[in-house]
Each structure stands twice: as structure tokens, then as C-alpha cells.
């Protein structure tokens, strides 16, 4: 219940003995009177009542990256104001995808009780988009906006995918201009890349200077 909520009375004629009062919120308590309107003032009864439930009209607010580490990340929120909560909140949905459409790694959900959560099985210097809702019990609210982050770079070398794409779109003389697909983010984290090649039909392989900046096929 909000405190703060604070409705006009209103007051309704009716020639009926029922009637349908509309536009109250939901988990909300009001008192409704009922007197007889005749020439003389008739003795009102009244009771207190109180709306059902619904799902949350907004979202939790104020969702934040506290830390993120090379597997894992801290995120916390605050619930939806009060006066759109709509009910008792039970339990909030995150749900954390890969920023990079080509990912192979699936996205992360889970349900918690409480406005944090930690977020575990993500990959080292991988971009992330997270958001949450929050439910009562009768269903989920809307979710938040996204908040991106990104995951700390690994300390430890690991083995990086080759680039699953290269392509010669042009040549010279003395020159071949190359292209290519960056890897898969969850492969590792990559600052640079070295070019082999050799002439056809021989094992004499020669080695380009490393580099960090390229041309890339997304």
C-alpha cells in the first residue's frame, strides 16, 4: 500500500441497488458509503474495501553495473515507485544478453527475491546488455531500459579462435590488401593479430610485424 496515494472523493447517484465503481487502482484500500438520497437524510453504512492485484506498471528503476569482473558482474535496482507496483513485488527477472549479435553464448536469466544479484558464466572482455522486471503475483511487469557493460579483460593467456573469415579483395605488384572477420568475443580477449604466408608450393613461411588496427567484417 503507498501512502501517498490520495484520491478525490467522489460521489455517484444511482436509482439502482448495485452499481460498479471503475477507475480504482489496484491493491488499494478505499471506505464506500451508501445512504438512501430522500427528503430526509437517511443513515449512511459504509465498509472498507480493497482491489485486487495486478502486474506492475513499470519497470524497477535505477539499474546499475556495481562491478564487473572477468566472469562475472554485481547488478542491483530499486523497486518501481509505489504507486505502480500494482501489488506485493515477489521476486525480479534479470536477463543478460551479449551485446555482440554473432555470440554463441547464450543469454543469462534468473530470478531473485531481492534488488541485487550476482551474474556469473560470462565471458572475459564480452559486452553485455542487462535489464530486469519485477513481479507480483499475478504476472510480470514491463522490463527495464538495457545498461550495457563490459566484463574485465582476462589475466591469463588462453587460446583465441582464428578469425573464421579472411578474404583478399585486392592486389598489387608487391601487395595484397586482406580483410577479415574478427573472432568470437568469448574466445578471448584480442589486441592484436600476426599475418603468415608463404609462396604456393613452398613451406617458407614469412610473418608480418604485428599490428593492432585493421580493417574488420562484421
Known sequence: MCDQQQDVPRTISVTSPNHVITGLHPHSRYRVGVAAKTTIAGERVSQEVQTDQSVPAAPPVYLRVEEARESDASISWQAPPCLQTNGEITEYEYEVTPADRRSVQQKVTDNVRGTRAQVTGLQPYTRYNVKVRAYTRRGPGP????????????????????????????????????????????????????????????????????????????
Do not use: M
Request: proline content about 7%; charged content about 10%; aromatic content about 16%.
Open 143 to 218: 522490463w527495464s531500459p538495457e545498461v550495457a557493460f563490459q566484463t574485465a579483460a582476462a589475466q591469463t593467456v588462453t587460446e583465441v579462435q582464428a578469425p573464421p573469415f579472411v578474404r583478399v579483395v585486392s592486389t598489387g605488384a608487391d601487395n595484397a590488401h586482406l580483410v577479415w572477420q574478427s573472432p568470437d568475443s568469448s574466445s578471448g580477449y584480442v589486441d592484436k593479430y600476426k599475418c603468415r604466408y608463404n609462396p604456393v608450393g613452398t613451406q617458407q613461411y614469412q610473418v608480418s610485424a604485428s599490428f593492432q588496427f585493421f580493417i574488420f567484417i562484421h
